[in-house]
């Protein structure tokens, strides 16, 4: 079976850009999260969306935004990029919100210059 | 508020010997505990689950782990070390307030020398 996919793998992009991340989850799963890995430390919650809705948001600003899909995909959007956005942004599934267990994606690695 | 606490940043071992991460839990119950493993320039692994089910849990590649609550830890460990266990271990809580979320340790690397 898929596990979760996410696309593109590599990005790199400048200051003031705007960049798109995209997320599928394993097949069955309803519920997506995104979590920030700045190098050298362990990943940070974004946000978990469960049923197209957003459940919860971590302690990032509002450049930040996302949204899932009916077919429970999930895109990570950033606006006005700073150099310390870069960092390898993780998508994890589970199958409902409440589900502890959460499986991950490689991950999309984001370079601001 | 429930966290947790890696001991050690880097964690050298030779092949054939014994590996120990070490993980402690802060958290007025229980708590479920996860160990995940990222691979060099890869995405995260679930290592092992620990639920209140047993002590002992066994894991993925020959790990295991073992909760010890009278001192709140989840240490992980591999009786032989592989150049292949080369990675970064994290010692993972889940937290629900309201809505799910994973909070990290701060990683422990695991170097394998021949």
């Known amino acids: 079976d898929a596990g979760v996919t996410q696309s593109p793998t590599h990005l790199i992009k400048t200051r003031g850009q705007q960049v798109t991340l995209r997320c599928s989850p394993i097949s069955g799963h309803k519920s997506v999260s995104w979590y920030q890995q700045v190098l050298g430390q362990g990943p940070q919650f974004i946000f978990q969306y469960y049923e197209k809705e957003e459940r919860g948001r971590g302690n990032f600003p509002d450049r930040f935004s996302a949204r899932q899909f009916p077919n429970y995909s999930s895109e990570l959007n950033v606006n006005a990029l700073l150099l310390g956005d870069s960092a390898l942004y993780l998508c994890a599934s589970s199958l409902v919100a409440a589900q502890e267990t959460q499986y991950f994606g490689p991950g999309t690695r984001l370079l601001v210059l | 508020a429930q966290s947790v606490t890696q001991l050690d940043s880097h964690v050298s071992v030779s092949e054939g010997t014994p590996v120990l991460l070490r993980c402690n839990y802060s958290?007025?119950?229980?708590?479920?505990l996860f160990w995940y493993v990222q691979h060099p320039n890869k995405g995260l692994q679930l290592l092992l689950k620990?639920?209140?089910?047993?002590?002992l849990v066994k894991g993925i590649n020959g790990f295991e782990a073992e909760f010890k609550k009278s001192e709140t830890s989840l240490h992980l460990t591999k009786p032989s070390a592989h150049m292949s266990d080369a990675a970064e271990y994290f010692c993972?809580?889940?937290?629900?307030?309201?809505?799910?979320?994973?909070?990290f340790g701060t990683g422990t690397r695991l170097l394998v020398s021949p």
């Open positions: 620990y639920t209140s089910a047993a002590t």
């Open positions: 958290s007025s119950y229980s708590p479920s």
């Open positions: 993972v809580v889940p937290m629900n307030t309201g809505f799910q979320k994973l909070v």
